[in-house]
């Protein structure tokens, strides 16, 4: 009687477990739904913008067409007045904005709308210049399970999707950077990665040339790179391990 009445204890604790557990694993799906969708809108309401003046309707006295923003800023601005950019990779999910705040704690796991979220927010380093005219932008996104965010980094370490996804864009409400990658590859998050002051053009040349020869695959650009730019989310081939995609800007000829 006493072996019934532990095996009948030992299956309602093996239940309650088992509807705690689904119930964790619908709360999680949901909040990563939510996230995604919460960003899908974003980005339908960031491209809400008036079209730019044609040659037909523009002044007449006006001779130079001035930059026009495909991301509406302003009405961004109103939701968070922390975003500087726009981040876009043709063939990608990634379609975000870019905050940036005085840390990198704060949008680990506080979302585009300030909500607490796992899902984080896309955030350009501390020490980054907000105006990207750094000589190295960093730009941090989470690795999410349902695909979202900077999960589709991950996929540049494959060198046939690295070859076919070369078109990676960042709005401002000043410019358009069209930028090409130059290698993917994972390692630690060791803090020179994320080094940003240089004193000397060589000396950050030096910088461009150690942080990508070890790229699983290297696509140097023809000429020395003005800028740097570094895509980082997580990664798991050791403990703590991080995934970067290194990129620079095309030049403007080729645009």
């Not at 079209?51 to 923003?69: F, G, I, K, L, R």
């Not at 020395?224 to 798991?236: A, D, N």
Request: overall charge negative; some cysteine.
């Amino acid at each position: 009687m006493k072996n019934k009445k532990l095996a009948f204890g030992i299956l309602i604790l093996a239940f309650i477990f088992l509807v705690v557990g689904l119930g964790m694993l619908y709360s999680d799906f949901q909040t990563r739904n939510h996230a995604k969708q919460q960003y899908e809108s974003i980005a339908e309401l960031a491209r809400e913008t008036t079209a730019p003046e044609t040659e037909a309707n523009a002044p007449e006295e006006e001779t130079v067409a001035s930059y026009v923003s495909p991301i509406d800023f302003e009405e961004l601005r109103k939701i968070n007045p922390d975003i500087v950019g726009w981040i876009r990779i043709e063939g990608t999910v990634i379609d975000y904005p870019i905050v940036q705040t005085d840390n990198n704690e704060t949008y680990l796991d506080t979302d585009f709308e300030g909500k607490k979220s796992i899902a984080g927010a896309i955030y350009l380093d501390y020490e980054s210049e907000p105006d990207f005219s750094g000589r190295h932008n960093i730009i941090y996104g989470h690795h999410m399970k349902n695909g979202t965010m900077f999960k589709d980094i991950i996929k540049f370490k494959d060198e046939a999707f690295f070859k076919e996804h070369q078109d990676i864009f960042v709005y401002t409400t000043e410019r358009e950077y069209h930028l090409r990658p130059i290698t993917a590859l994972y390692t630690d998050a060791s803090a020179i990665r994320r080094k940003t002051v240089f004193e000397t053009d060589e000396s950050f040349q030096a910088y461009v040339e150690e942080m990508t020869k070890k790229g699983l695959f290297l696509q140097k650009p023809e000429k020395p790179v003005e800028q740097l730019w570094s895509f980082v989310t997580c990664s798991y081939e050791f403990n703590d391990a991080r995934t970067i995609l290194y990129a620079c800007e095309v030049p403007q000829e080729e645009n």
